[in-house]
């Protein structure tokens, strides 16, 4: 399946990457810039097992060219072989996609890359940073690690995404984009100070999780096994 999927397609082969192909099933147009589709996993589910947070590559076409971009799994079912995908619309060929994909459309998906490590000993303060594109990933975290009290700090999207949050113990902070690193950085430090476990676990685009990821581990010394930093999309 790596053919035609260029130098990323081929490095992926080389590390023993598995690919899969999903059907979609159904859509659900959560809000106007925000899709849910429902896939069968083409046998992924059994073949890799599911941990939280896990996610899977999918291969678009852009402009001719190979696309690919990865995405959290939402809901996975290892016993139906189903889970479902969801899609923050905005201009490329991966939002173009979900935005018109219907029941019988295939994908070819890769897994690679995805793993997670609980944090031990277990957070006793979840600290999650992120925005629409990494709002599956922040709700399978949330309900792995369901003792904890969690603050969220969220940049952009509308009232009605589908949080999971629940207010008796998550703290959401909605935050303009352009307010989100001065945001963190006044706050954060006297949420670190109150509790003996913290866990940070960071999902925006790439400069502004490196931006956080910095001043996590330099300036405010949080070790790295108690920190998660990923870059989930590139700004233009």
């Not at 999927?5 to 990457?17: D, Q």
């Not at 990865?70 to 490329?92: I, N």
């Not at 001065?182 to 490196?210: F, G, S």
């Amino acid at each position: 399946m790596a053919q035609g999927r260029g130098w990323e397609g081929a490095v992926l082969k080389l590390m023993r990457a598995k690919d899969f192909t999903l059907t979609v099933t159904g859509a659900e147009q959560v809000t106007p810039a925000y899709r849910r589709l429902h896939l069968t996993d083409g046998g992924l589910l059994a073949a890799t097992g599911v941990h939280p947070t896990m996610w899977v590559r999918l291969w678009f076409t852009n402009a001719g060219r190979p696309h690919q971009r990865a995405y959290t799994l939402v809901d996975p079912d290892p016993a139906t072989g189903t889970f479902s995908l969801e899609f923050a619309l905005h201009e490329g060929a991966a939002s173009d996609w979900g935005r018109a994909a219907k029941p019988g459309d295939t994908i070819e998906a890769t897994v690679q890359g995805t793993g997670f490590a609980e944090p031990a000993p277990a957070p006793s303060h979840i600290l999650a940073i992120g925005d629409p594109a990494s709002l599956p990933a922040i709700n399978s975290l949330l309900d792995a690690l369901d003792s904890a009290p969690a603050t969220i700090w969220f940049e952009g999207g509308g009232d009605d995404l589908p949080f999971r949050t629940d207010p008796a113990r998550h703290d959401l902070r909605r935050t303009p984009r352009t307010e989100l690193i001065d945001r963190v950085r006044t706050e954060l430090p006297a949420l670190l100070a109150a509790t003996a476990d913290p866990y940070v676990w960071i999902a925006c685009d790439t400069r502004t999780t490196r931006a956080l990821s910095a001043y996590v581990r330099k300036d405010l010394a949080v070790p790295k096994e108690r920190t998660h930093a990923l870059g989930y999309w590139r700004a233009g």
